[in-house]
């Protein structure tokens, strides 16, 4: 089985920061990309950020200069680090990890971890 657990969510107030870590576990693989989504109530699911093998990292416009995703390849596991955070960053955050193993593909989400910015 392969698992996907999302940790460091949290309560902070407006122009506070938080580091989200993504951590894998289970059959051993090398994954292709790994992003963060984020769904805040009654809203659509987003891309965050993106970090893979093949291409540069890449943000959404609204997190561009506070957010930086970063990964330990030893640890399995994925950083988010979030700066200047605003109300409207509340939501449940979600690491999404694809990964190839011979020639089929894969795809797995992890259970989420609530982040909500007080004004």
């Known amino acids: 089985q392969v698992r996907l657990v999302e940790s460091g969510g949290g309560l902070v107030q407006a122009g506070g920061s938080l580091r989200l870590s993504c951590a894998a576990s289970g059959n051993t693989f090398t994954f292709k990309r790994i992003g963060w989504y984020r769904q805040g109530t009654g809203k659509q699911r987003e891309l965050v950020a993106t970090i893979s093998t093949s291409e540069p990292t890449n943000y959404a416009e609204s997190v561009k200069g506070r957010f930086t995703i970063s990964g330990d390849s030893a640890k399995n596991t994925v950083y988010l680090q979030m700066n200047s955070l605003k109300p409207e960053d509340t939501a449940v955050y979600y690491c999404?990890?694809?990964?190839?193993?011979?020639?089929?593909?894969?795809?797995?989400w992890g259970p989420g971890t609530q982040v909500t910015v007080s004004s």
């Open positions: 999404n990890a694809e990964w190839v193993i011979g020639t089929t593909g894969w795809s797995s």
